[in-house]
């Protein structure tokens, strides 16, 4: 799987012309953090605005990792509230 990962991130890299390298397991991490602690269909939507973010905030992987670590405690506060019943929907 891993090679196929690669392939595809490569793939995509170039076709949407994004020259930062992409720290996959970083990223997916975060994806398990949202699909397990919000809702499945929150990992990409989350991921999705990480990179939106990032982008904002100049790019690069400082930004994706700043902007991963927000999400991802985000994820954790969310999922902890949720078992009060607060934050779930």
Do not use: I, K, N, Q
Request: net charge negative; no cysteine.
């Amino acid at each position: 799987m891993h090679d196929v990962l690669a392939a595809w991130t490569a793939a995509v890299r170039t076709e949407l012309g994004v020259g930062v390298e992409v720290d996959r397991d970083l990223l997916l991490a975060l994806a398990g953090d949202a699909a397990h602690g919000v809702a499945r269909p929150a990992a990409p939507l989350t991921t999705f605005l990480v990179g939106y973010a990032a982008g904002l905030a100049g790019g690069g992987p400082e930004a994706v990792a700043d902007a991963a670590r927000r999400a991802g405690e985000l994820a954790a506060r969310w999922a902890g509230e949720a078992d009060g019943g607060a934050g779930s929907e």
